[in-house]
């Protein structure tokens, strides 16, 4: 798809606080997976691993290598019932068939040629921290869904609103995605997207990850989190201080634009 030119301030074109090569997060490094350190085994059966982890028997960065393995067992099965999920929204999801014909309206084109399901490995730092992605958005290539960290439909129609949000944005305005030039490109079009996707909705925060604040606060809370994370994993940023400063600079502007919707659908 290609971009149009930028015509909203919604997308700041400026930003001072973008890092230098030198102040640019310092590269991570992953664990690979040690039985005798985790306690799991690759080479026993995954019935032996599940009965070895019950028991307590197996860390919990053992728990996730095990989890990752078992991804690649069942990739075949994962990917087709993300397609046919894919497809069943593409006909009869309200959101993703209404962002779907308003990216037709600025000459784009989104379809299972182009919104592809796959495994997506998770990788686990040295400090225990787990690097997930449940999907991401290319202007090169199309949006991705990882199809084994999909729970279930729901889940997936929210995150595929939330990357066509962002192939809305591309088109409508020129994006800075690395951040290259500025960081509150990326901020604004995640603020965006998770605003009007769905995935911060106060059924999905209380019933799925446990959050019983406020509607309000609750809802402004999620986006605000997930805008900083997402802009956490651009190389020019620093780290955390810096990605919410950036995403605190767009706030106003990017949280009160819900185009293409008249209000918050979700």
Not at 12 to 17: G, K, M, T, V
Not at 22 to 27: A, D, H, I, R, V
Not at 109 to 116: G, R
Not at 220 to 232: E, K
Request: charged share 30%; with cysteine; net charge neutral.
């Amino acid at each position: 798809m290609a971009p149009s030119q930028p015509s909203s301030s919604s997308t700041p074109s400026s930003d001072s606080s973008t890092a230098s090569p030198s102040q640019q997060q310092p590269q991570i490094r992953f664990l690979e997976n040690d039985p005798a350190r985790t306690g799991y085994d690759p080479s026993l059966k995954w019935y032996i691993n599940y009965f070895k982890i019950l028991m307590g028997q197996i860390t919990p960065e053992g728990i996730e290598h095990y989890r990752e393995d078992r991804y690649k067992a069942n990739e075949a099965r994962d990917c087709a019932r993300c397609e046919a999920d894919r497809d069943y929204l593409f006909k009869y999801s309200p959101i993703i068939r209404f962002m779907r014909e308003k990216i037709a309206a600025l000459n784009g084109t989104l379809d299972e040629t182009n919104v592809v399901c796959r495994r997506c490995p998770a990788r686990i730092t040295e400090d225990g921290k787990v690097v997930r992605q449940g999907g991401g958005f290319s202007p090169e290539h199309g949006i991705l869904i990882c199809a084994n960290e999909m729970r279930d439909r729901s889940h997936l129609e929210d995150t595929l609103a939330h990357e066509m949000v962002h192939a809305w944005d591309h088109l409508r305005w020129k994006v800075d995605w690395e951040g290259k030039t500025t960081l509150r490109h990326a901020a604004c079009t995640e603020i965006r997207a998770s605003m009007l996707s769905g995935e911060c909705r106060w059924t999905r925060e209380a019933v799925t990850r446990g959050n019983w604040l406020t509607l309000t606060e609750q809802f402004q809370n999620c986006v605000r989190s997930r805008a900083i994370q997402s802009v956490m994993a651009r190389p020019a940023c620093k780290d955390e201080a810096h990605a919410a400063k950036v995403v605190n600079e767009v706030w106003d502007s990017c949280f009160a634009d819900k185009r293409p919707f008249d209000d918050i659908y979700r």
